[in-house]
């Protein structure tokens, strides 16, 4: 028998405004528990929750990039559950009418282009953490109420794969967009997973289990693999799927069953009182339209065509925001963007992984990068030059022409010092010579080599050739 | 009143306490059980009351787009939070252990 | 000098303060004396900081001395438990909050302070202000000062027994479904439940966020603008209160009442009030007709659902708003609980008292699944219905007179076990709230028992001049008939 997997997510993406949803505290990361919080994020009797608009501006910012209708009413609703990380013991969310609705992510799969539904977005605040030791909890309110935007998904994800790809895609959206730092380790993006299985000859979809609390993609994927595969055991040996909530354990690498009630899903949601209503008119929501960045897809299309650069090459450059937007940079400071993009291809990508470094802790500007290409294109240093003063400025930073000028490193071009040092070669080399002239062409190479070691490298390795191939064919 | 529970006449207060999380000992549900069907009974007079196309008020004031700055305003130090709970550490808030 | 403190309303202390007769710190000190003196028989006080009061008296006399003429300079005021005062408790009345010190100051605060306010005490209340009686505290039954074994009314029942014993210069109180107007009435006092809006909720525990209001209660209908004025106005900290400039409502009372069109609904002129409020009431409108006012019967057809509205909406938003006392950030919290559950059901049941259990349970019932349409959002449709009522009414009348409560104060013990009569009993006060309108109780007559009876003027939402005008011009006609 078949199986058809149905997957839904529910991706949590914590927004980068600076302060929280409802009141003015610090959102940012790693401060000492209990040290970003205010009478009204902890919820003391008496206060009142106040809308931060740029996290009304990047929600709608996210459906935009997304595709979704903006909606022109849209209200907060009381979500309400007892937790200790929750200070209110209810959330403030969208209920039945939220910011976004609809909308879609492009994905590729196994070369295959493929839509992933977007049902809608809304935004809510975040909670609190809890760290367990023996017998007790400790709760952190740092992170409750910072504004958190929920992405759901239509069932439209067949695979662990097609979850993976669907992550990747929302979060590079999401970065392009600027509207959350997407940083996993920090917790910025988090999901729940709704997955069924059903044969092949049945059109219903199959009874499905939430695994809640993902923080990782690559944990998504695992736990997705785990749990269709768990899913389709279960009907080969003729059990009954449980609409229940699991957890993933990734030392065991197994989903569990949590225990939750059926009553707890009674969320009594209601509007929120203390919040009036977002009324977003077709003018508010063109203004926010016209200033969209471009996305990863068009980007990829104009490196093309404004840069000259080979298809394979555009689309590695955008896939990273921050790398494409380096690339523009030195390649507008440029009249060579292809070397632009074959040094990032190359060298810079090789460097970063190596080091394990990003873009951005690197000292070497993008300018830099456009000055060196500038020195190579005009034969003042040689490539295997270049190569040495692209190292010295990955490390150091700095203006490529300075330092080709304090280290001696320009080429040397001068023709009557190469031909007497190739000569020299020649005179030397009497066993390749022969070689060379009894066809053995590589031989040549060989006495190329020569003429760069007694230039320390610096020599024009075309002016050495052609020198060479005169003497010895001439 | 229409709905689609059967026991609309009756209400769970022992389920419905749970919702709330109130421990009531059995002489309250008792007491309570009277006291809030007569209640409920009463209340739901507004069925009578024929309310297709009304739309529902949820604020008493037609005001809409109240928003702040996305700026960063000082909030209590941790000692001042610390001392209003009921149990804590150095720098977090105890409950007894959250089981998932 | 001997002050005759059970006497002084809010304007004649600012002129003996203003005029130099007597300090702040003498009139507070008078003020201590006084609450020593009746409040044990009383109860209208959960707690009083003698030493603090006396302290925020010298420091203002020394800002006077300075040149200070802020408009409440020196002047005592008596806050109802449910509003946060920094560094202070805020029990709400109710046991939950024990050990809970307020970090901030509510807004009205904020601004009664800047006017040079000094804040005396704490009035007694019906916990978290659900109840009609001020029976329902945690902390012991105010009695009216009226006649001992009488409710004062409720929920602001400490506030209106402190102001009418003598034992407050004016106070403050909130108003979710009468909890202002009915005390007030209850006690002979002048209560004024502002237009939904018009003053910031910030730093009042909640108990129905969409119906609360804070609101003066005071001696006298002038001494309530001066209040209102200082009170009211935009917060930015809350999204319901209202950008809208604030007249200056002392500058618009008068002595009479021409020009003004005053209705009467009838559906609040049935049988079943008792039959010397009802008298009271009539002569009162008489006396506004005297006046100059024109008195016209109108209708407000949805009266009869407004109780039933009332309780559904406010017991569900009250729900949510007390599921924050969990034993976890402040408060009380029960002993030898085993998990957050276990901690949650016990420290709730132990914290809070029955009015307040009840209203949850009713509350979470009408919002769970299954209910939710047929109690909740019909409720908010009918709430829809009793908005438009007073809409139309508006847009040809200034204000409504109505009475306050069906009957006068009764006694303490009467009707706690029989809480949908105590429901009833707000029919007249909940429309308001629902619609977001003001409202005013002004004392205007006596039964046969001693007991105070109430005149309610209803205005306009964002129109607190208009009843204030109707009410001042009511309490002089009604002081000087009595006088000659
Ligand atoms: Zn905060």
């Known amino acids: ?474 | 009143m229409q709905s689609d529970n059967q026991n609309v006449d009756r209400i769970d207060v022992s389920y419905v306490a749970h919702l709330a999380r109130l421990h009531l000992d059995k002489e309250e549900i008792e007491s309570f059980q009277g006291q809030l069907e007569e209640t409920l009974d009463y209340v739901r007079k507004i069925s009578e009351l024929d309310v297709e196309g009304i739309e529902p008020t949820a604020h008493a004031v037609s005001v809409q787009n109240v928003f702040r700055a996305d700026e960063e305003r000082p909030g209590l130090n941790r000692e001042q939070v610390l001392e209003n709970s009921p149990a804590h550490n150095e720098e977090q808030i105890l409950v007894p252990k959250i089981i998932e | 000098m001997s002050l005759e403190i059970e006497n002084l309303d809010l304007q004649a202390a600012v002129e003996l303060l203003e005029g130099g007769s007597c300090s702040s710190e003498e009139l507070v000190h008078a003020l201590l004396s006084r609450i020593t003196a009746r409040d044990s028989s009383l109860c209208a006080y959960l707690s009083v900081d003698g030493d603090a009061s006396l302290r925020q008296a010298r420091d203002a006399d020394k800002a006077r001395a300075s040149g200070s003429t802020a408009p409440l300079l020196g002047i005592p005021l008596a806050v109802k438990d449910v509003i946060n005062v920094s560094g202070d408790s805020c029990h709400c009345a109710s046991k939950i909050l024990e050990g809970y010190v307020s970090p901030y100051d509510a807004t009205v605060i904020g601004r009664l302070r800047d006017a040079g306010a000094v804040f005396v005490g704490r009035t007694n209340m019906d916990e978290f202000a659900m109840g009609s009686s001020t029976e329902n505290s945690a902390f012991g039954v105010t009695r009216n000062p009226c006649s001992i074994d009488h409710v004062p009314g409720g929920s602001s029942g400490g506030s209106a027994a402190a102001v009418a014993g003598g034992e407050a210069v004016a106070a403050l109180g909130s108003d979710t479904g009468g909890s202002i107007r009915q005390p007030a009435s209850f006690c002979g006092c002048v209560g004024l439940k502002p237009s939904y809006g018009r003053v910031s909720r910030y730093g009042l525990t909640a108990f129905a966020s969409s119906l609360d209001q804070i609101g003066p209660m005071t001696r006298t209908v002038r001494d309530a603008a001066a209040l209102l004025e200082v009170m009211a106005g935009h917060d930015e900290r809350d999204s319901s209160s209202i950008n809208m400039a604030v007249p200056g409502y002392s500058s618009c009372l008068g002595e009479d009442l021409r020009g003004m069109k005053l209705g009467l609904p009838k559906e609040y002129f049935v049988a079943g009030t008792d039959s010397e409020v009802d008298n009271a009431v009539r002569a009162a409108v008489e006396e506004c007709s005297k006046l100059g006012a024109e008195i016209v019967e109108i209708s407000l057809p949805h009266t009869d659902y407004a109780v039933a509205t009332y309780y559904i909406i406010a017991t569900a938003e009250a729900s949510a708003n007390l599921a924050r006392f969990d034993g976890v950030r402040y408060g009380h919290r029960a002993e030898g609980v085993i998990n957050p559950i276990d901690m949650y059901g016990k420290t709730r049941a132990q914290g809070f008292g029955a009015e307040v259990k009840r209203r949850i349970i009713l509350g979470t019932y009408v919002l769970s699944s299954g209910y939710h349409d047929a109690y909740y959002l019909r409720a908010q449709k009918v709430r829809t219905l009793i908005r438009q009522d007073f809409e139309k009414v508006f847009e040809d009348c200034d204000a409504l007179l109505t009475p306050v409560t069906p009957t006068p104060a009764y006694r303490i013990g009467e009707k706690v076990d029989d809480p949908l009569r105590m429901y009833l009993g707000d029919v007249f006060t909940v429309p308001a709230n629902l619609a977001g309108i003001c409202g005013l109780s002004v004392p205007c007559g006596v039964s046969s028992d001693g007991l105070p009876i109430g005149l309610q003027v209803l205005g306009p939402a964002f129109k607190e001049e208009n009843i204030l005008r109707v009410g001042h011009a009511y309490e002089l006609a009604r002081a000087n008939s009595k006088n000659g």
């Open chain 1, 1 to 474: 028998m078949n199986y058809l997997v149905s997957i839904g997510l529910e991706v949590h993406v914590q927004l980068r405004t600076v302060s929280k949803m409802f009141c003015g505290c610090a959102t940012g990361f790693g401060a000492p528990p209990n040290t970003h919080v205010c009478p009204v994020c902890l919820g003391y009797p008496g206060t009142l929750p106040v809308m931060n608009q740029d996290a009304i501006h990047y929600t709608v910012v996210a459906g935009l990039l997304l595709g979704s209708n903006i909606s022109d009413y849209s209200k907060f609703d009381r979500k309400s559950y007892f937790y200790p990380d929750m200070p209110k013991n209810y959330q403030i969310s969208q209920y039945d009418r939220p910011l976004c609705d609809g909308g879609s992510v492009d994905i590729e799969i196994d070369g295959l282009q493929k839509q992933i539904g977007i049902t809608r977005i809304h935004l809510e605040e975040d909670v609190g953490k809890s760290t367990h030791f023996s017998g007790k909890s400790g709760v952190d309110f740092n992170r409750a109420g910072i504004p958190l935007m929920e992405i759901v998904t239509e069932p439209d994800i067949t695979s662990a794969d097609e979850a993976m790809s669907f992550l990747v895609a929302l979060k590079q959206i999401m970065l392009y967009g600027e509207v959350s730092g997407c940083n996993l380790e920090e917790g910025n993006m988090r999901c729940d997973v709704n997955c069924s299985v059903r044969p092949e000859t049945q059109s219903r979809l199959g009874t499905k289990t939430e695994i809640k609390n993902m923080n990782t993609f690559k944990g998504v994927h695992a736990a997705l693999l785990y749990e269709i595969d768990r899913q389709v055991q279960a009907l080969e040996s003729g059990e009954q799927i449980l609409q229940e909530t699991r957890r993933w354990d990734p030392d065991a690498g197994i989903t569990i069953q949590m225990r939750v009630k059926e009553s707890e899903h009674d969320y009594r949601y209601f509007p929120e009182p203390d919040l009036m209503p977002v009324v977003l008119d077709s003018d508010k929501i063109e203004e926010w339209r016209a200033q969209l960045p471009e996305l990863p897809r068009e980007r990829r299309t104009r490196f093309v065509e404004q840069y000259g650069l080979p298809d394979y090459d555009a689309g590695i450059l955008v896939e990273d925001k921050a790398l494409a937007d380096y690339y523009e940079e030195a390649a507008k400071q440029s009249a060579n963007p292809k070397a632009i993009s074959n040094w990032m291809m190359t060298e810079m990508l090789r460097l970063l992984s190596e080091r394990g470094l990003e873009l951005g802790d690197i000292a070497m500007k993008p300018e830099s990068l456009a000055g060196l290409v500038k020195l190579t294109d005009s034969n003042t240093i040689n490539s295997s030059t270049a190569r040495e003063v692209f190292g010295i400025l990955f490390a150091e930073g700095g203006d490529p022409a300075h330092i080709v000028k304090e280290k001696g490193l320009a080429q040397v071009g001068d023709s009557d010092l190469l031909d007497k040092l190739v000569k020299q070669a020649i005179l030397d080399n009497p066993r390749s010579v022969e070689d060379y002239r009894s066809g053995k062409k590589a031989a040549a190479q060989f006495l190329v080599g020569q003429v760069m070691r007694l230039t320390k490298g610096k020599a024009n390795p075309k002016l050495v050739q052609d020198l060479l191939r005169t003497k010895l064919d001439g």
